[in-house]
């Protein structure tokens, strides 16, 4: 499974009710709903850097896969979850909801569930920026043979 890229949400059903369930705000409610965030998700191995970014905000969370972490909502609350890999899916889940994302193709898709109401919220991403740690390590040692074959012919 390879989540790293920068990922735009162009796609979120049943949105609206699914904040106001989990209690958010009025203004983060209407705030959501015109503005779709950019979601950058940074893989080395079971680690990960996830980045979400609006115009009014930008978030980061760094977890491991099986550890609990201490994440920040939107609105502000702090929730901790435990973030596993189950076939190929970035399953994050704690008493109160469970998130699954997985990649098909050039989009990435994530249901959340809330727990105590089975309120599902579905958001699918397209990718607009696709790098793999792998793919960065190629480009560092291809440009890095470049150098010492210019230093060769200069």
């Known amino acids: 499974m390879d989540f790293n890229g920068t990922w735009k949400v162009y796609s979120e059903e049943n949105l609206e009710e699914f904040l106001k369930i989990v209690g958010a705000p009025e203004m983060v409610i209407k705030m959501r709903k ?50 596993r890999e189950e076939n190929g899916k970035l399953i994050a889940e704690n008493d109160k909801f469970t998130s699954v994302r997985e990649i098909q193709g050039d989009e ?8 105590k109401t089975a309120k599902i919220l579905t958001s699918t991403y397209t990718i607009t920026n ?21 230093g060769r012919l200069g």
């Open 34 to 83: 015109d503005v779709k965030p950019v979601i950058i998700i940074e893989q080395k191995g079971k680690d990960f850097t996830y980045t979400i970014k609006t115009p009014v905000f930008t978030k980061v969370h760094s977890f491991s896969l099986g550890k609990e972490i201490e994440m920040m909502t939107i609105d502000g609350r702090k929730i901790k979850c435990t973030v």
């Open 108 to 115: 990435m898709i994530e249901v959340g569930t809330l727990i």
């Open 130 to 150: 696709k790098r793999s740690f792998q793919s960065c390590m190629n480009a560092s040692f291809n440009i890095q043979l470049c150098l010492q074959h210019r």
